[in-house]
């Protein structure tokens, strides 16, 4: 997977949508060809969290810069796995690249062929229901909110956060 906006909007058509300091997040399901530990590596300008199920595979949140991170997850072949990206962006180019790798394929970008959209967008769901649930959250964009305090426990991209 390939997400390079440059210098521009990730959202061209809301007008007011900023080219710097925003936050996307990605949700899915990825299947492995096979068997084996998977290595995924990440190069981004920004900071990124990854899970796989429920495992947290690459957690850079809250830092911010260029660079490439890297975590190993074993999955099971044939199997769909809940994936999430939460990425964050403050300023310069936005972009993220996954790639990933294992004992059976060199490093490579994540195709297309094994990420899967929660639903597929615009079908008539009663007649090809998805497997998976979709949750569509509509609203305003806050780009310049923070959390900060005593007692701060949680705190994620696009979540609020949780004070004890």
Not at 144 to 156: E, R, T
Request: hydrophobic share 40%; glycine share 8%.
């Amino acid at each position: 997977m390939l997400v390079d906006w440059g210098f521009k909007s990730p959202l061209p058509v809301v007008g007011d949508f900023p080219i710097d300091y925003f936050s996307v997040q990605w949700k899915g399901h990825i299947i492995a060809p096979a068997t084996d530990e998977y290595r995924f590596d990440i190069t981004l300008n920004g900071g990124v969290r990854l899970f796989i199920g429920e495992t947290v595979v690459v957690d850079t949140l809250p830092q911010s810069s260029y660079k490439t991170v890297s975590g190993t997850v074993v999955l099971d072949a044939g199997k769909f796995y809940p994936i999430k990206v939460e990425y964050m962006h403050s300023t310069d180019e936005a972009l993220i690249v996954f790639y990933w790798s294992s004992t059976i394929f060199e490093r490579e970008i994540v195709p297309r062929s094994v990420l899967y959209y929660t639903c597929h967008i615009g079908s008539d769901e009663h007649l090809h229901p998805s497997p998976f649930s979709i949750h569509v959250l509509p609203g305003a964009i806050d780009v310049s909110s923070m959390a900060s305090g005593d007692g701060l426990n949680s705190c994620v991209a696009t979540k609020k956060c949780s004070f004890e």
